[in-house]
């Protein structure tokens, strides 16, 4: 099982970015699906997180800005993110609580690998 982070880039102030984050490998489910970044020098943190039945929430620093939405019948998730600033630059990375398939379990904590987000001033 493959959780893959992308759509990331250079953009700059003010800009968008659509993320995607894909599971692959198989007939695999993730249940909730977290949108989570690390700046340089800093620790990773939650940006927003996704059920799989659609609730989401969002670090308070973030609401409005950023938004979480996913697609079950594509196994993907994505984070809609507007009016970029520099200090949103980061590598952001999708993270599945629990993957199963077929009803069994078979992941958890599992992290993607991350995708870069750079904002230029």
């Known amino acids: 099982v493959q959780l893959q982070a992308s759509g990331g880039g250079l953009v700059q102030t003010g800009g968008s970015l659509r993320l995607s984050c894909t599971i692959s490998?198989?007939?695999?489910?993730?249940?909730?699906v977290s949108w989570y970044r690390q700046a340089l020098g800093k620790q990773r943190e939650l940006v927003a997180s996704i059920t799989t039945g659609g609730a989401a929430t969002y670090t308070d620093a973030l609401k409005g800005r950023f938004t979480i939405s996913r697609d079950n019948a594509k196994n993907a998730v994505y984070l809609q993110m507007t009016s970029l600033q520099p200090e949103d630059t980061a590598v952001y990375y999708c993270?599945?609580?629990?993957?199963?398939?077929?009803?069994?379990?078979?992941?958890?904590?599992?992290w993607g690998q991350g995708t870069q987000v750079t904002v230029s001033s």
């Open positions: 993270f599945a609580d629990t993957i199963v398939r077929g009803g069994h379990l078979v992941a958890i904590d599992y």
């Open positions: 490998g198989g007939s695999f489910t993730a249940n909730t």
